[in-house]
């Protein structure tokens, strides 16, 4: 063993102490320490391993949670806007429960968008090179599911040939050199404390809802439109945080998203008014809503974000002449008391 091999099993050993005793969080935050240091893909997987044990042992109770809001975006057209500088919790709250969405301008740094870019592309390559025959083991950091996602491994090849492309969507905890990245940036822009203050609970991120993604361009298709309650349930409470890494949306050359400024906290029908999918919510239903609320697909830069929760009715938004593929991380949040536990919760 060299003296980088016995490092690392001296810190997985101390990481591994710490989570016997159930302190998961203290393991986390010891293994975040050292990969700073020095990444690796066993630390990185491993944070995630104790993140998603550490949810499942810890006791989350019942809250009370209001829909109050200073309402101080009553005069705001459409989905609000702010820059980072001025997000609390406060005009999420505004934003979320008295609009429907609140757009953040500059939530990420033009480095890290860079770096986020760069891994979302390594993820998707690791995952074809892999679907393609490539040994695992040349791709820990870039793609591998850790031990304690539920479902076991990913499977490859039950579709035969040129399942996997550059492009697509990748569960965050796939690939566990991002999803550190992006805990990383959710540090760094305060999330923790923010959300804490929004649910009056920690939040948790969940195995299934964190998700990276490049969209190819689809000049002229219709995505479905939809709410992410639909599939989640509505017993719950969350905040999703999507981040652009692209210039996209109106006015720009990649997809976009087209959402509804919509207060409602309402599920609405699918299969219904046109849809072409029954998990779908048909132009009908969107075109009777836009009477009332404002239907947008805001121009967002790289870094840019918007919050939303559940009840947000959207779909990707395919641009007629887009020539880019479109990066973005998807991140919802759950309340820890109502998190659902078929989305498999993590500790953030
Ligand atoms: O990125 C997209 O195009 C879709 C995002 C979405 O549906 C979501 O974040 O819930
Ligand atoms: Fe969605």
Same mark, same amino acid.
């Given at each position: 063993?060299?003296?980088?091999?016995?490092?690392?099993e001296?810190?997985?050993?101390t990481?591994a102490?710490?989570?016997? =005793?159930?302190?998961?969080?203290?393991?986390? =935050?010891? !293994?975040?320490?050292?990969?700073?240091? +020095?990444?690796? #893909?066993?630390?990185?997987?491993?944070?995630?391993?104790? @993140?998603?044990? %550490?949810?499942?042992? #810890?006791?989350? %109770?019942?809250?009370?949670?209001?829909?109050?809001?200073?309402?101080? &975006?009553?005069?705001?057209?459409?989905?609000?806007e702010?820059?980072?500088?001025?997000?609390? @919790?406060? @005009?999420?709250?505004?934003?979320?429960?008295?609009?429907? %969405?609140?757009i953040?301008?500059?939530?990420?740094d033009?480095?890290?968008?860079?770096?986020?870019?760069?891994?979302?592309d390594?993820?998707?390559?690791?995952?074809?090179?892999? /679907?393609?025959?490539g040994?695992?083991?040349?791709?820990?950091?870039?793609?591998?599911?850790?031990?304690?996602?539920?479902?076991?491994?990913?499977?490859?090849?039950?579709?035969?040939?040129?399942?996997?492309?550059?492009?697509?969507?990748?569960? #965050?905890?796939?690939?566990?050199?991002?999803?550190?990245?992006?805990?990383?940036f959710?540090?760094s822009v %305060?999330?923790?404390?923010?959300?804490q +203050?929004y649910?009056? =609970?920690p939040?948790?991120?969940?195995?299934?809802k964190?998700?990276?993604?490049?969209?190819?361009?689809?000049?002229?298709?219709?995505?479905?439109?939809?709410?992410?309650?639909?599939?989640?349930?509505?017993?719950? $409470?969350?905040?999703?945080?999507?981040? /652009?890494?692209?210039?996209?949306?109106?006015? +720009?050359? @990649?997809?976009?998203?087209?959402?509804?400024?919509?207060?409602? $906290?309402e599920?609405?029908?699918?299969?219904?008014?046109?849809?072409?999918?029954?998990?779908?919510?048909?132009?009908?239903v969107?075109?009777?809503?836009?009477e $009332?609320?404002a239907?947008? $697909?805001p121009? &967002?830069?790289?870094?840019?974000?918007?919050?939303?929760?559940?009840?947000?009715?959207?779909r990707?938004?395919?641009?007629?002449?887009?020539?880019?593929?479109?990066?973005?991380?998807?991140?919802? &949040?759950?309340?820890?008391?109502? +998190?659902?536990?078929?989305?498999?919760?993590? !500790? &953030?």
């Amino acid at each position: 063993m060299n003296g980088t091999d016995s490092r690392i099993e001296h810190v997985l050993q101390t990481a591994a102490q710490l989570a016997a =005793e159930h302190e998961f969080r203290a393991a986390i =935050e010891y !293994l975040a320490r050292e990969n700073r240091q +020095a990444g690796q #893909a066993v630390f990185e997987r491993q944070m995630l391993n104790y @993140a998603i044990e %550490g949810f499942a042992a #810890a006791s989350h %109770g019942e809250i009370s949670w209001g829909l109050e809001h200073d309402n101080r &975006f009553a005069d705001t057209q459409g989905l609000p806007e702010i820059e980072a500088a001025d997000l609390d @919790a406060q @005009a999420l709250r505004s934003g979320i429960l008295g609009k429907g %969405g609140l757009i953040v301008r500059g939530l990420m740094d033009a480095e890290r968008v860079v770096a986020t870019r760069t891994l979302i592309d390594q993820a998707l390559k690791a995952r074809k090179a892999i /679907s393609e025959g490539g040994d695992p083991d040349h791709y820990q950091r870039q793609f591998a599911r850790p031990e304690m996602v539920s479902g076991g491994p990913v499977q490859f090849g039950t579709l035969g040939g040129n399942q996997y492309t550059n492009s697509g969507s990748v569960w #965050a905890v796939d690939s566990p050199q991002a999803a550190f990245a992006m805990q990383e940036f959710y540090r760094s822009v %305060g999330l923790p404390e923010l959300l804490q +203050a929004y649910f009056g =609970e920690p939040a948790s991120l969940s195995v299934r809802k964190w998700v990276l993604r490049c969209v190819p361009p689809n000049n002229g298709a219709e995505s479905g439109w939809h709410q992410d309650g639909q599939f989640m349930g509505e017993d719950i $409470r969350t905040v999703n945080l999507w981040v /652009s890494l692209t210039d996209c949306g109106e006015g +720009a050359e @990649a997809p976009g998203i087209d959402i509804l400024a919509d207060s409602n $906290r309402e599920i609405y029908p699918t299969g219904t008014h046109g849809a072409p999918f029954d998990w779908t919510v048909g132009q009908g239903v969107v075109d009777e809503l836009a009477e $009332r609320c404002a239907v947008e $697909r805001p121009h &967002f830069r790289p870094g840019d974000a918007v919050f939303f929760d559940h009840y947000n009715l959207h779909r990707t938004g395919f641009g007629t002449a887009d020539v880019n593929h479109r990066y973005a991380v998807e991140s919802w &949040f759950f309340a820890n008391s109502l +998190a659902p536990a078929k989305q498999q919760p993590l !500790l &953030f």
